[in-house]
């Protein structure tokens, strides 16, 4: 089986910087996802790795490092519009490759 | 057209009834699935098709039933649900099963009385 956590809930003020951590624990790992879902709507994909470091795209970024079963997904310059939900998945080869949740962590920014 | 379409947005029905969701993409993915969302929870996997195939069903109860009619395709029929039923269900589609990214719909909001 597996284990995916991450906080549920953290507040940040516009313009900063935050960082969601997420751990797993998981037999076949075959990447990670983290996902951005607005509250009565989809989750929209924003970043996979699966290889271990650093993969940065605009204001986001996501780190991997699969020794540790540890990702991290990093916010910067924070903008009103990322309060939302942040779920990170990971993918199980030995589960046919389904992609599991974790429970997600809502993300409020203040002004 | 990176879209994953989903009909109906919302849908009420009756314990008894018999209604199906549908789900339609265009981009040539060749992995389809379902999830229900409820309220402040992780989207959690129902089934996933692979080649039009079902490839994982997740233990769901029979009054769920997918079908794959092509490889553009995807329906859940719904019949005999229960209350705890109501939530969003979710379609998703990517390339393949090892696919790196999921494409998802914007769902369904079902609630059943």
């Known amino acids: 089986g597996q284990n995916i956590d991450q906080p549920t809930e953290m507040t940040a003020t516009e313009g900063a910087i935050v960082q969601i951590n997420c751990t797993y624990q998981t037999s076949g790992f075959n990447g990670l996802f983290w996902y951005q879902q607005h509250a009565g709507e989809a989750p929209t994909f924003l970043s996979y790795?699966?290889?271990?470091g650093l993969e940065e795209k605009g204001r986001f970024s996501s780190f991997l490092s699969r020794s540790k079963g540890y990702s991290y997904l990093l916010l910067k310059e924070l903008q009103m519009k990322d309060s939302a939900s942040y779920l990170c998945?990971?993918?199980?080869?030995?589960?046919?490759?389904?992609?599991?949740f974790g429970g997600g962590t809502r993300v409020l920014v203040k002004p | 057209d990176t879209e994953v379409t989903q009909t109906p947005k919302h849908l009420v029905m009756g314990m008894t009834n018999k209604k199906s969701l549908k789900c339609e993409q265009h981009m040539g993915h060749r992995a389809m699935y379902w999830y229900k969302q409820k309220a402040k929870k992780p989207p959690e996997l129902m089934f996933v098709?692979?080649?039009?195939?079902?490839?994982i069903n997740e233990s769901v109860p029979s009054r769920f039933s997918p079908e794959c009619p092509n490889s553009s395709l995807l329906n859940l029929h719904l019949h005999a649900l229960q209350p705890e039923d109501s939530a969003l269900y979710l379609c998703?589609?990517?390339?393949?099963?090892?696919?790196?990214?999921?494409?998802f719909g914007q769902g369904t909001r079902l609630t059943v009385v």
């Open positions: 790795n699966v290889l271990d």
């Open positions: 098709y692979s080649y039009e195939k079902l490839s």
């Open positions: 998945a990971v993918k199980d080869k030995a589960a046919g490759n389904k992609l599991t």
């Open positions: 998703a589609s990517s390339q393949d099963p090892t696919g790196a990214e999921a494409f």
